[in-house]
């Protein structure tokens, strides 16, 4: 509760109140640990906080998992996505039999999607999905290994995956979505059906392909997941396609109940 209630005016206290307390009981050094990385991390100090949720994951406890998948997560929203990306591997790696792998190989796949390595995003989600079966994030994964397929080049593979989604769509701005990205997968593979929809496009959307994913800090949506929103454009240019990120809510399943955009 003391790292929940943590603000960038007062999470210096709130530290110095943390210390005295390992300092009193020091037995909770884990528990303090953690709660230290966590007032970081809720008033958006990431850089601390990813030096912190360290210090917690070096400790012998059933939480170093848990601490080095923040860890990662603070790595990420710091714009360290090299850091971040070694760090998710990691703790998918390090930890395999702990829910906070399935986390990670998410959150690396969802990475390397929006930094644009996209035939790696390709083989991170098909490992993801192989790995851990149905998951709350499923749904998700699918989508983005559709979105990365189609931008490495592999439009038929891409444009199976769209369909699917668009049978499986709860939504018509769902269904709606999938079937226009479908369409452009068509069309980036040479079929007349795809042809047609992107002359559809060009004619309503302008010079920009809305292809919407869970944007740079993707989050864990799952049945929840709304790929009509658009928070990433790949924008056409001279010099080929590039990705622009546009405001995304984070990870509900994570952050909405600690309060954490």
């Known amino acids: 509760a003391l790292a929940e209630s943590a603000t960038a005016a007062n999470v210096e206290a709130t530290l110095s109140t943390l210390d005295q307390l ?28 990813e030096i912190a949720y360290d210090a917690a994951a070096a400790l012998p406890s059933g939480f170093a998992a848990e601490a080095a998948y923040h860890a990662a997560r603070a790595a ?9 990306l070694v760090r998710y591997a990691t ?34 989600y098909t490992a993801y999905l192989s790995r ?18 189609l931008s490495s080049g592999k439009a038929k593979e891409a444009r199976k995956l769209f369909a699917a989604l668009r049978e499986e769509a709860g939504k018509r701005s769902q269904e709606a979505s999938m079937r226009h990205l479908e369409g452009l997968a068509a069309f980036r593979a040479g079929d007349a059906e795809g042809d047609q929809e ?49 405001p995304h809510e984070e990870n509900a399943e994570e952050d909405e109940a600690r309060g954490v955009e």
Do not use: I
Request: glycine share 12%; aromatic share 8%.
């Open 22 to 49: 390992g300092k009193e009981h020091p037995r909770e050094q884990v528990a303090v640990a953690l709660a230290r990385a966590r007032a970081l991390y809720v008033v958006r100090d990431y850089a601390r906080a």
């Open 76 to 84: 990420e929203r710091s714009d360290q996505e090299a850091d971040a």
């Open 91 to 124: 703790v998918a790696s390090h930890y395999p039999n702990n829910p906070w792998a399935e986390r990670a190989a998410f959150h690396r796949a969802a990475l390397l999607l929006t930094t644009g390595r996209f035939a790696d995003a390709a083989q991170a």
């Open 132 to 149: 851990f079966g149905k998951t709350k994030a499923t749904a998700a994964a699918r989508y983005g290994h559709a979105l990365a397929l």
């Open 198 to 246: 992107q002359r559809h496009w060009d004619q309503c959307g302008g010079p920009e392909e809305r292809v919407g994913f869970g944007g740079k800090h993707a989050g864990r949506g799952g049945e929840n997941l709304n790929p009509g929103s658009g928070v990433f454009l790949l924008s056409k240019g001279r010099d080929g396609e590039k990705m622009r990120d546009l």
